[in-house]
């Protein structure tokens, strides 16, 4: 993994190293562009019927939110479905591992996004002991071929890891403590997994050992500085899922009607404050 991040640095994926972080009007600009890009998926998807799903995993503090808000901010979320499953229910919990999310993943037109996913049994789970160390071993040897299944039915299927930094990971968590804004970000399970940083590097290693295949690869984006990794995962991603501009009728707003015998109420309507 070592070697991976070093790479990933030297490339610019978004690792401290090889320049200064990205200042925001930059970013602003850059991601205005990808966001133009990305309307221009949306509508492809929807006419090709083709089936998008993107999985998100990584560290507590990674910025696996912010990427996925960067995605979808522009887009439709009709199209563009964000899935992000709560703890499993007792029912949930005697049922096939992945059959929770199966029902989740796409039909023709959509996106679907899983802000974490089934792999919580590879990371989370493993590691806090919610499962035994035979139900993770089982889940990594099952899951290539349930992924193959899911490409075989025609889902354009991305997987991405972001990895950031000890340093970087304890400063945001640290801001999370000390902002009101972002108290709700922070709960005990991160607090524990924030204590557990060499077995989540463990078990993290199985993952992509067992579950990096030529059918479902991983990509691995470093996302010390977080804006760089967005553009890069969004860049990358544009590139992995064929799309081109679809010709439209040039667009022109037609004549407002004329009021005729409507008049205004004089409804005593209760307007918000302005100040």
């Given at each position: 993994m070592k070697d991976?991040?070093?790479?990933?640095k030297?490339?610019g994926?978004?690792?401290?190293?090889?320049?200064e972080?990205?200042?925001?009007?930059?970013?602003?600009?850059?991601?205005?562009?990808?966001?133009e890009?990305?309307?221009?998926?949306q509508?492809y998807?929807?006419?090709?019927g083709?089936?998008?799903?993107?999985?998100?995993?990584?560290?507590?503090?990674?910025?696996?939110?912010?990427?996925?808000k960067?995605?979808?901010?522009?887009?439709?979320?009709r199209?563009?479905?964000?899935?992000a499953?709560?703890?499993?229910?007792e029912?949930?919990?005697?049922?096939?591992?992945?059959q929770?999310y199966?029902?989740?993943?796409?039909?023709?037109?959509?996106?679907?996004i899983?802000?974490?996913?089934?792999?919580?049994r590879?990371?989370v789970?493993?590691?806090l002991?919610?499962c035994?160390?035979?139900e993770?071993?089982?889940?990594?040897?099952?899951?290539p071929?349930?992924?193959?299944?899911?490409v075989?039915s025609?889902v354009?299927?991305?997987?991405?890891?972001?990895?950031v930094?000890e340093a970087?990971q304890t400063?945001?968590?640290?801001s999370r403590?000390?902002?009101?804004?972002?108290?709700?970000?922070?709960?005990?399970?991160d607090?524990?997994?924030f204590?557990?940083?060499?077995d989540?590097?463990?078990?993290r290693?199985d993952?992509?050992?067992e579950?990096d295949?030529?059918w479902?690869?991983w990509?691995?984006?470093?996302?010390?500085d977080?804006?760089?990794?967005?553009l890069?995962?969004?860049?990358?991603?544009?590139?992995?899922i064929?799309?081109?501009?679809?010709?439209r009728?040039?667009?022109?707003?037609p004549?407002?009607?004329?009021p005729?015998?409507?008049?205004?109420?004089g409804?005593?309507f209760?307007?918000?404050?302005?100040?």
């Open positions: 991976d991040r070093k790479k990933a030297k490339k994926s978004g690792g401290k190293p090889g320049g972080r990205l200042k925001g009007k930059e970013y602003d600009a850059q991601l205005a562009k990808l966001h890009e990305l309307v221009e998926l509508e998807v929807k006419k090709k083709l089936k998008v799903a993107i999985v998100f995993e990584g560290r507590d503090g990674a910025g696996k939110g912010g990427t996925i960067a995605i979808t901010e522009r887009v439709s979320p199209v563009f479905r964000v899935i499953l709560a703890a499993p229910s029912r949930q919990k005697s049922q096939m591992y992945m929770r199966i029902p989740h993943l796409p039909a023709a037109g959509e996106v679907v899983f802000d974490r996913s089934w792999y919580n590879a990371g789970e493993r590691v002991g919610f035994s160390e035979e993770a071993k089982a889940f990594l040897k099952a899951v071929l349930v992924e193959k299944a899911i075989s025609g354009i299927l991305l997987k991405y890891w972001l990895e930094s970087e400063r945001r968590l640290q403590i000390d902002d009101r804004r972002k108290i709700w970000k922070l709960s005990d399970m607090l524990l997994s204590s557990r940083w060499y989540y590097s463990r078990a290693d993952m992509f050992q579950t295949t030529p479902a690869p990509y691995v984006a470093v996302s010390d977080k804006k760089k990794a967005r890069n995962i969004i860049r990358h991603l544009l590139g992995k064929p799309h081109k501009p679809l010709k009728e040039k667009i022109r707003l004549d407002r009607q004329k005729g015998k409507y008049k205004d109420p409804y005593p209760k307007y918000v404050d302005a100040k």
